[in-house]
């Protein structure tokens, strides 16, 4: 019996599965789980809904990893599916927030395939930057809030929370450069 290692390329692993090695799957899993989860949390902006379409994007490409195609990252398959499930979930539900102006922004937004490290490069920058840095980052960029409503919301100046945007980047562009 083979037992999947983290440390084996993507195309092993996934000769593996598609060779019967169901359990190999589960190495990607982990690989990819916390990002995977990250990118579903910016869309659906709900953990509980980000956790069920990460759930459904693995079942998914498990299902359908026949069709994945070698020349591609797996990681960028599988975060397509994810955005692809995230926006039917966005679309029926009835309170939704978003008109379809504003789900276009959403999926215009997303990284292609080539930006895919970046952004989880970036997101793992942003989680490492001090509460308040990181606070208005998330709400500006990530929940679409204007300075006026993240100041309202942390109960301090529209001035304060232009500040800390300002070190905010200074301090990503410092990391991310």
């Known amino acids: 019996m083979h037992i ?30 916390e990002g995977l989860y990250r990118h579903c949390f910016r869309l659906m902006r709900d953990e509980d809904e980000a956790e069920d379409v ?17 020349r591609f990252r797996f990681s960028t398959w599988l975060y397509k599916i994810a955005t692809n499930l995230a926006l039917m979930r966005l679309r029926k539900r009835r309170d939704v927030r978003l008109d379809d102006d504003e789900l276009e922004r959403v999926v215009s937004d997303l990284p292609g395939a080539e930006d895919l490290a970046f952004y989880q490069q970036l997101h793992d920058a942003v989680g490492a930057l001090p509460l308040q840095y990181r606070t208005v980052v998330s709400m500006h960029y990530w929940q679409g809030k204007t300075y006026r409503e993240i100041a309202l919301h942390m109960g301090t100046s529209v001035g304060s929370v232009k500040g800390w945007m300002s070190r905010a980047k200074k301090q990503l562009k410092e990391v991310l450069s």
């Open 54 to 70: 990460a759930h459904e994007a693995f079942i998914e490409a498990f299902v359908h990893l026949d069709r994945y195609d070698s």
């Open 4 to 33: 999947p290692s983290m440390k084996q390329n993507e195309p092993e692993l996934i000769a593996h599965i598609l060779d019967g090695d169901e359990e190999a799957y589960g190495a990607l899993i982990d690989r990819y789980k």
